[in-house]
C-alpha cells in the first residue's frame, strides 16, 4: 500500500507527501527528520489515503498540490 497524507503543521500550513510506511513517515516528521516540517512542528495528521500503486499515490499527491487540488483539499479534505 501507499499513502498520501496531509499535515497540519504548526504555522496552520499544510504539508502533502507520500509513503508506503505511513506509520513510520509520520513518526520522522514528529522527531524532525524531515527538512521541510522540522521547523514547523509540532504536526498533526489531519488526512491520509490509501492507494494500491505507487503511482495512483503520487498522481494524487501531485493533484493535491496543484491549483484545483488546493480547492478539492479545502472544500472535502479539511
Known sequence: MFYVYILQLRD?????????DLKLRILEHKRG????????????L???SAFATQKKATDFEKYL??????TF??????
Do not use: A, H, M
Not at 496552520?12 to 508506503?20: H, P, R, V
Not at 527528520?33 to 498533526?44: A, E, G, Q
Not at 498540490?65 to 488546493?70: C, I, L
Open 33 to 44: 527528520n524531515v527538512d521541510s516540517t522540522k521547523n514547523l512542528r509540532p504536526i498533526k
Open 46 to 48: 489531519i488526512y491520509y
Open 73 to 78: 483539499r479545502n472544500k472535502r479534505l479539511i
Open 65 to 70: 498540490k496543484s491549483s484545483s487540488g488546493f
Open 12 to 20: 496552520e500550513s499544510f504539508y502533502i507527501g507520500y509513503s508506503s
